[in-house]
């Protein structure tokens, strides 16, 4: 079955500075990742999915996304943060005939 | 014209109770599911639903029960409360039969505190 490791539960940064989120997964098959977002006392949203294709992937509100298969990785990635980034963020894997497994999350918060 | 949508927001009970949290969404689609989350913030899932089959979390106690009066509503109910079960309960939809593939959809979550 797959496993997800999001390497850092909190990230603290100042705004308009680059931010990269890290998450690894194991598999023995092939995936699908995904990155949801869950900001204070809401659900989660979906900020991009990677399914096959270009394994560099964008998403919404600036965010981007590179599915390295030989690191077995899938780090998150903005250029310049804004002080609404600021929440919870979940990478996720689903092999085919699987459930979604999420990571444990990563705190980002932003500073101005 | 939200697209999934819980009630109630907030559940504050006691334990030995029995409660329902209902799940509906707007959205045609096929199957719903229902995840913890603990307060350590790791989600994990618990059922997962649709018309043709119901696929359960085996760690999932027999306490909890998934009813579906139609294909817009997963209800999650729970007997014999216990204090353990104090969480944040998402519901969430996806289009088509757990292709993969599909985007889930998630409600705002039902925060669930057993005293």
């Known amino acids: 079955a797959q496993s997800v490791t999001q390497l850092d539960s909190q990230v603290p940064v100042f705004e308009e500075a680059p931010v990269e989120l890290r998450c690894n997964y194991s598999?023995?098959?092939?995936?699908?990742l995904f990155w949801y977002v869950q900001y204070p006392n809401q659900g989660l949203q979906l900020l991009l999915k990677?399914?096959?294709?270009?394994?560099l992937v964008k998403g919404i509100n600036g965010f981007e996304a590179e599915f390295n298969k030989s690191q077995t990785s899938f780090h998150l990635r903005k250029p310049s943060v804004h002080i609404s980034d600021t929440a919870e963020y979940f990478c996720a894997v689903r092999e085919v005939n699987n459930d979604m497994r999420f990571g444990a999350g990563t705190r980002l918060t932003v500073k101005p | 014209d939200t697209a999934v949508s819980q009630t109630p927001k907030y559940l504050v009970t006691q334990m030995g109770n029995d409660k329902s949290i209902k799940c509906e969404q707007n959205l045609g689609h096929d199957t719903m599911y229902w995840y913890k989350q603990d307060s350590k913030k790791f989600l994990k899932i618990m059922f997962s639903y649709n018309n043709k089959e119901l696929i359960i979390n085996e760690t999932v106690p027999n306490r909890f029960s998934p009813k579906s009066p139609d294909k817009a509503h997963l209800n999650l109910h729970i007997n014999s409360l216990e204090l353990g079960d104090s969480a944040v309960y998402f519901c969430a939809s996806s289009q088509g039969l757990r292709g993969p593939q599909e985007t889930q959809y998630f409600g705002p979550g039902t925060r669930l505190l057993v005293l």
């Open positions: 990677y399914l096959s294709g270009s394994t």
């Open positions: 598999s023995s098959v092939s995936v699908y």
